[in-house]
Antibody, heavy 120, light 110 residues
């Protein structure tokens, strides 16, 4: 059974960089059938796609976040990571990592999510 | 990119059918059949219930069905049950190789 687990600080100061890692178990991140992505959900609000990455390193970013987002992959560790720079209070959210099926572009597995609070 | 447009809330009585719309543009919903729907119960992780406009993953009830016409996709839930009360989100792939979600619809079972 595939599992995705987010890890990283739960509290980040304004203007600093949010960094999260997603560890994939029960499957290979190097599979050609999937993208790997980050999706966030501010408290009480809807879902927002942040970006996705293919095992080769090709990245796709939300245009509204593109200037602040970097997603990378480490196939040797079966992990992928998110960096969001210059964070503000509005970046406070539950951050989910996810597997996206390449054929239909749907998210078929979600991590449980990790709450990141931006506050001084 | 703008979020896909969904009604903020819908409601129905047990046994009834409801439909949730998801309106995008010719650059997302209208351009691809890569429309998916997710169900999110309070405090839980979203779960995929429809992909490729109308396909159901294994284990999802056939009371859930999807369709699309032009720039608008729809999710229909028939034979409403109390357990269907949740938030529902649509999503589409876009012509800029990105993904976009709808704002979400809260379903209340009366």
């Amino acid at each position: 059974q595939l599992q995705l687990q987010e890890s990283g600080p739960g509290l980040v100061k304004p203007s600093e960089t949010l960094s999260l890692t997603c560890t994939v178990s029960g499957g290979s991140i190097s599979s050609s059938n999937y993208y790997w992505g980050w999706i966030r959900q501010p408290p009480g609000k809807g879902l927002e796609w942040i970006g996705s990455i293919y095992y080769s390193g090709t990245t796709y970013y939300n245009p509204s976040l593109k200037t602040r987002v970097t997603i990378s992959v480490d196939t040797s560790k079966n992990q992928f990571s998110l960096k969001l720079s210059s964070v503000i209070a509005a970046d406070t959210a539950v951050y989910h990592c996810a597997r996206i099926y390449r054929s239909g572009r749907e998210v078929d597995y979600w991590g449980q999510g990790t709450l990141v609070i931006v506050s001084s | 990119q703008s979020a896909l447009t969904q009604p903020a809330s819908v409601s129905g009585s047990p046994g009834q059918s409801i439909t949730i719309s998801c309106t995008g543009t010719s650059s997302d919903v209208g351009d691809y059949n890569f429309v998916s729907w997710y169900q999110q119960h309070l405090g839980k992780v979203p779960q995929l219930i429809i992909y490729d406009v109308y396909n159901r993953p294994s284990g999802v009830s056939n009371r859930f069905s999807g369709s699309k016409s032009g720039n608008t996709a729809s999710l229909t839930i028939s034979g409403l049950q109390a357990e269907d009360e949740a938030d529902y989100y649509c999503s589409s792939y876009t012509s800029t190789s990105s993904w976009v979600f709808g704002g979400g619809t809260k379903l209340t079972v009366l």
